[in-house]
């Protein structure tokens, strides 16, 4: 049976999606949680590697197992082993066709920061503290120079492994309520630190140490060492992953306080 999940965590307490040698990775606790329902190791795969406090309400990942179970012993079963950090929201059968890495088509990831005088304390970890008084209109205009296919090699880690940098953003939008900035983007695949590196060029043009025109500027010197910090990890969100309509994957809602 190949069986596809959708998963939530808050990622505060782990070293990214991806088995580490050392410290806890979140597939590790999913993986170990699973083998215990399945009562036989499972290896799991996932649509987006998300970096060390990064978090998701969206991610989906899959799984292979000799032994049948009732999808509500792989959702309610795995949540009873995993920690209160990690749920399982949803489980379906799918068939064998389906990677949830290489058949996603689209992935979908929000930033959300806190912009105030005063860092919060209940959000603290899931929203990114922004002290500078932003102003949303120049970071609007300086992120459509970002959408479109592009070389994003001067917004991606300088360890990153991707054998090209060209990715396509279809769209990069900023609203605001109150004191929370959204950041949404959505594109055909990221670079490692890709959103971070573009929220952190956006931040310091916002903040008014850049102008708008910066955000090309970065793009265009395909240099990293020409960008700007980058953003923490507190306020990224695996937000959902788009599949072919045929495998009727599911779109989890969000759960988190910082999408009120």
């Not at 058949?103 to 990831?109: H, I, L």
């Not at 929203?127 to 008084?133: K, P």
């Not at 590196?197 to 090309?216: C, E, H, K, M, S």
Request: aromatic share 12%; glycine share 6%; hydrophobic share 40%.
């Amino acid at each position: 049976m190949r069986i596809a999940l959708g998963i939530e965590y808050c990622g505060r307490a782990y070293l990214g999606w991806e088995r580490q040698k050392e410290g806890l990775a979140v597939q590790e606790v999913l993986e170990n949680a699973l083998a215990r329902v399945a009562t036989v190791p499972v290896r799991t795969y996932c649509a987006g590697r998300t970096d060390t406090g990064v978090h998701a309400y969206g991610q989906v990942v899959h799984f292979d197992c000799p032994l049948a179970r009732p999808m509500q012993a792989w959702l309610r079963g795995t949540n009873t082993y995993l920690p209160d950090d990690v749920r399982v929201r949803w489980a379906q059968l799918v068939p064998d066709t389906f990677h949830a890495r290489f058949r996603a088509f689209r992935r979908y990831y929000r930033y959300v920061v806190f912009n105030d005088p005063v860092a919060p304390a209940i959000a603290k970890g899931l929203v990114t503290w922004e002290y500078r008084d932003l102003q949303l209109a120049a970071m609007q205009r300086a992120a459509q120079a970002l959408v479109g296919t592009h070389d994003f090699d001067a917004y991606r880690a300088s360890r990153c492994q991707a054998p090209s940098p060209v990715r396509t953003i279809y769209d990069l939008t900023l609203s605001q309520s109150r004191q929370l900035i959204y950041i949404d983007v959505h594109a055909n695949g990221f670079l490692h630190h890709m959103v971070r590196n573009i929220v952190g060029v956006l931040l310091d043009i916002g903040a008014g140490q850049r102008p708008p025109q910066w955000a090309a500027e970065v793009l265009a010197g395909r240099d990293r060492r020409c960008g700007g910090v980058t953003a923490k990890p507190d306020g990224l969100y695996f937000v959902n992953v788009s599949y072919p309509e045929d495998f009727n994957i599911p779109v989890t809602l969000p759960t988190s306080p910082a999408f009120w």
